[in-house]
């Protein structure tokens, strides 16, 4: 009985012990499969130029645009991490020439043109006043906007004259803007192109291509929709990720409904790991090959879409990331704008950077490693050029390190990156 005894506990152990191994193993797949399907794991995974800037949109579904301009702007940089000889004109003329368009997904956002009918959904909610973006806008105001954008063409918030009102409700934003949005964001209105960052507005029907499908999407081929991307881009997908910032339990039982009959078709199988919700793979991209995919670094902007999502980031990275600028400055802990540092299938830590445009210097503010585990000599070498070719992608012509950490670290990160 004794010997008995002490074999199951063995066993219990070894299944343990190989419950444990398979955990591991498949985190480690899902980090792979994720970079991969990112397009994060080689230097050209789209091509090139305009062609592989579409390619990366339709891919990815959205690219997020923010204002902010410590660095080249998210919906920039997000793009040219994944496409090396991309700039800004190229997401200009996509929407030039309708093949992408702005709305919102679960931010404002660049959206590819085939995608169009999945947005008004959204759209319709807002103009019956059943979406938490609507705004309660003078009608007249609105049928003002529309007379004169239709008389004079494209137009932006500066073309109508009109005072802050005293008690604005949406961010105190003039009587005109908050009508040109209404009309944005129920779909009256497109953002025929952008100056610099001002909008310009146009009629929908003036702005939409022809052939278009207006079609409105049943909760179901929404949901669908949905599940699409976020495996196309992801690989796999977590039913808190799908509801990110969509409220409704229709629509989460409709995304339920669907991933289950996914699941018994066989496209998608779905994984119970540790830390993390239930995790939904595309069987076939669970196939691919995945590894390590040489020591390239990259700097990632605190809006890209691989780590868009922070708690996952912590779940498949053991990284815990919090964009700081909205953080009071005496409670930083890393600083204002720090983007986090990929190298090889890890985040190894973040750099606060600033573009000083006017003297044409990239700065470092600080720089924090955060893995005890890298070759530093290759880790600086590649973290070098990565930094020489951000540098040239914000227009600098130097680069200067101001903090190290840890500190033991200043010296050589100061001599491998020097100047540009």
């Known amino acids: 009985m004794l010997a008995r005894h002490f074999g199951q506990i063995a066993g219990s152990t070894e299944k343990r012990f190989?419950?444990?191994?398979?955990?591991?193993?498949?985190?480690?797949?899902?980090?792979?499969?994720?970079?991969?399907?990112?397009?994060?794991?080689?230097?050209?995974?789209?091509g090139k130029g305009l062609h592989a800037t579409k390619r990366v949109l339709e891919h990815l579904g959205y690219i997020q645009i923010d204002t902010l301009s410590v660095v080249e702007r998210a919906h920039h940089h997000t793009l040219w991490t994944r496409v090396p000889d991309y700039q800004p004109d190229l997401l200009k003329q996509l929407v030039q020439e309708r093949s992408g368009f702005e709305y919102w997904f679960h931010a404002a956002s660049y959206?590819?043109?085939?995608?169009?009918?999945?947005?008004?959904?959204?759209?319709?909610?807002?103009?019956?006043?059943?979406?938490?973006?609507?705004?309660?806008?003078?009608?007249?105001?609105?049928?003002?906007?529309?007379?004169?954008?239709?008389?004079?063409?494209?137009?932006?918030?500066?073309?109508?004259?009109?005072?802050?009102?005293?008690?604005?409700?949406?961010?105190?934003?003039k009587p005109a803007k908050r009508a040109l949005e209404k009309l944005f964001m129920q779909g009256d209105l497109m953002i025929t192109e952008r100056d610099g960052m001002e909008k310009i507005y146009d009629l929908t029907e003036r702005v939409l291509p022809r052939?278009?499908?207006?079609?409105?999407?049943?909760?179901?081929?929404?949901?669908?929709?949905l599940i699409d991307v976020s495996l196309r881009a992801y690989?796999?997908?977590?039913?808190?990720?799908?509801?990110?910032?969509?409220?409704?339990?229709?629509?989460?039982?409709a995304l339920t409904t669907v991933l289950q009959q996914k699941i018994a078709q066989g496209s998608v199988q779905e994984y119970r790991l540790d830390n993390m919700p239930k995790v939904f793979v595309d069987t076939e991209i669970l196939d691919v090959r995945t590894s390590r995919h040489g020591s390239n670094v990259r700097l990632l902007s605190p809006f890209d879409n691989a780590i868009i999502h922070r708690d996952r980031v912590q779940q498949l990275f053991n990284f815990d990331y919090k964009l700081e600028c909205y953080t009071p400055k005496e409670k930083r802990k890393f600083g204002y704008f720090c983007?986090?540092?990929?190298?090889?299938?890890?985040?190894?830590?973040?750099?606060?950077?600033?573009a000083h445009r006017k003297t044409g210097v990239l700065e470092l503010i600080s720089l924090h490693i955060e893995s005890d585990n890298l070759d530093i000599e290759m880790f600086?070498?590649?973290?070098?050029?990565?930094?020489?070719?951000?540098?040239?992608?914000?227009?600098?012509?130097?680069?200067?390190?101001?903090?190290?950490?840890?500190?033991?670290?200043?010296?050589?990160?100061?001599?491998a990156i020097g100047s540009v």
Not at 18 to 42: A, C, D, P, W, Y
Not at 211 to 225: D, G, I, M, Q, V
Not at 395 to 409: F, M
């Open 18 to 46: 190989r419950r444990r191994v398979n955990q591991h193993f498949m985190h480690e797949k899902l980090r792979r499969i994720s970079l991969h399907q990112q397009g994060l794991t080689t230097l050209n995974p789209f």
């Open 111 to 173: 959206l590819p043109m085939s995608n169009y009918r999945f947005v008004l959904p959204q759209m319709s909610a807002i103009r019956r006043g059943e979406s938490p973006y609507y705004m309660d806008v003078d009608a007249k105001y609105v049928r003002h906007i529309m007379e004169k954008i239709r008389a004079d063409g494209p137009l932006k918030a500066r073309n109508f004259e009109s005072a802050k009102t005293g008690n604005a409700k949406w961010w105190n934003w």
């Open 211 to 225: 052939k278009t499908n207006t079609t409105e999407p049943s909760l179901s081929e929404f949901s669908t929709y």
């Open 235 to 253: 690989g796999f997908t977590t039913l808190k990720q799908l509801t990110h910032l969509r409220q409704g339990e229709k629509l989460r039982n």
């Open 339 to 354: 983007l986090p540092i990929l190298y090889k299938d890890e985040l190894v830590g973040r750099v606060d950077c600033k």
């Open 380 to 415: 600086t070498d590649a973290l070098s050029k990565a930094v020489h070719r951000f540098a040239k992608f914000n227009a600098c012509q130097s680069i200067c390190v101001s903090k190290v950490y840890p500190r033991k670290l200043t010296h050589i990160f100061r001599n």
